[in-house]
């Protein structure tokens, strides 16, 4: 069976701090891929990154950086000085080989950047 | 043009109601999908067409009636709801992915549907 399980339900930071939202993710998949999505209060989910399993190589992309572990099933996902536009509900998914694109979602973690 | 938009953005519907939802692409994607979010829970697989035919259907109830007429547009038909399906519903596409790899979905603002 496939899982994501994001522990953090809520995180709230101040403005300029660093986060990490975590992931860890469940699959006997050899190949697999990972996604992470934006929800802002307007509702649509926003695409932030793609990786699959065979890409271990850790990314950045501005004030985004993401951490694959491969070890530890983990795929976390660290903010550098937050922003208050950074508020948002963020998703950690799983897709696996030959299951039509379908997403495993975790169950979210609610981010707060106060000013 | 990475958009994916949704019609209505709200909609408010009795118990005996016929209502559609609608969601075009234009970025050639031959995958699209519907998904139901209830608050403060992640967005759940409702169906999946792959070239304009439905691939998934996640054991939804018959009173959910997908729609893709065409390669840009999908629809959800909604007949006698109930209350617990207020929700937002998301549609999403994506390129049409070869076996054994996963493409990135888009997703559209969603229609907000409250049933009463």
């Known amino acids: 069976a496939q899982k994501v399980t994001q522990a953090q339900t809520e995180i709230s930071v101040v403005e300029k701090e660093d986060v990490t939202l975590d992931c860890v993710y469940e699959?006997?998949?050899?190949?697999?891929?990972l996604f992470w999505y934006k929800q802002p209060p307007s509702g649509e989910l926003v695409f932030l990154i793609r990786?699959?399993?065979?890409?271990?190589q850790n990314e950045i992309s501005g004030r985004y950086s993401w951490n694959f572990q491969k070890s530890t099933s983990s795929f976390n996902f660290t903010i550098t000085a937050s922003q208050v536009v950074d508020s948002a509900v963020y998703f950690c998914?799983?897709?696996?080989?030959?299951?039509?694109?379908?997403?495993?979602f975790g169950a979210g973690t609610r981010l707060a950047v106060h000013p | 043009d990475t958009e994916v938009t949704q019609t209505p953005k709200h909609l408010v519907m009795g118990m005996t109601n016929k209502k559609s939802l609608k969601c075009e692409q234009h970025?050639?994607?031959?995958?699209m999908y519907w998904y139901k979010q209830k608050a403060k829970k992640p967005p759940e697989l409702m169906f999946v067409?792959?070239?304009?035919?439905?691939?998934i259907n996640e054991s939804v109830p018959s009173r959910f009636s997908p729609e893709c007429p065409n390669s840009s547009l999908l629809n959800l038909h909604l007949h006698a709801l109930q209350p617990e399906d207020s929700a937002l519903y998301l549609c999403?596409?994506?390129?049409?992915?070869?076996?054994?790899?996963?493409?990135?979905?888009?997703f559209g603002p969603g229609t907000r549907l409250t049933v009463t």
């Open positions: 999403a596409s994506s390129p049409l992915p070869p076996a054994g790899v996963s493409y990135e979905q888009y």
């Open positions: 699959t006997r998949d050899t190949t697999y891929y």
């Open positions: 990786r699959n399993s065979f890409d271990e």
């Open positions: 998914a799983l897709s696996v080989s030959g299951g039509y694109n379908k997403l495993i």
């Open positions: 970025m050639g994607h031959r995958a």
């Open positions: 067409y792959s070239y304009e035919k439905l691939s």
